[in-house]
C-alpha cells in the first residue's frame, strides 16, 4: 500500500479496479471514499458497465465528500465514439468542514495513483457535474 504525503493511504484495490475501468472497461464507474479511521482511501461502489449518469449520480451521497471516476462514452460532430476518463472529487457545501479538508489535502496524491484520467472536475453541488458539463469538458 502506498503511504501518502497527506498521510492517507491508498488501497491496493484503488488502483486495480481503475485499471479494469481503464483497460477492460470492466465498470461504468467507480466512487472512492476516505476511511478516516484506517487513514487510506478504499473502493466504496462499483457501476455496472450498463449503468447510466443518473444512475452514478444518484450513488454520491448528497452530504458527504468522495472521489469518483467515470467512464463517459460520446459521439464527436464527426461521428466518431469516444470516451473521457473523468475524476470527479464530489465535495457537497453540506459535508463537514473536517471531510472537506482532508479529501482536498489527498486529492492530488490519490489522481497519481490512478494513471490516465483524462479530464478532472471539481464540484459541490449537483449542477456542478451536469451531464451538459461533463458533455462539455469532454470534446
Known sequence: MANA???MAVHDDCKLKFLELKAKRTYRFIIFK???KQKQ???EKLGE????????????????????????????EENVQKSRIF?????????????????????DRFKRELDGIQVEL????PTEMGLDVI???AA
Do not use: H, N
Open 122 to 125: 471539481q464540484a459541490t453541488d
Open 34 to 36: 476516505i476511511e478516516e
Open 87 to 107: 475524476f470527479i472529487a464530489w465535495s457537497p457545501d453540506t459535508s463537514r468542514v473536517r471531510s472537506k479538508m482532508i479529501y482536498a489535502s489527498s486529492k
Open 135 to 137: 458533455r462539455s469538458r
Open 41 to 43: 482511501v478504499i473502493v
Open 5 to 7: 504525503a497527506s498521510g
Open 49 to 76: 458497465p450498463a449503468q447510466s449518469y443518473e444512475d452514478f449520480t444518484a450513488s454520491l451521497p448528497a452530504d458527504e465528500c468522495r472521489y469518483a471516476i467515470y467512464d463517459f462514452d460520446f459521439v464527436t
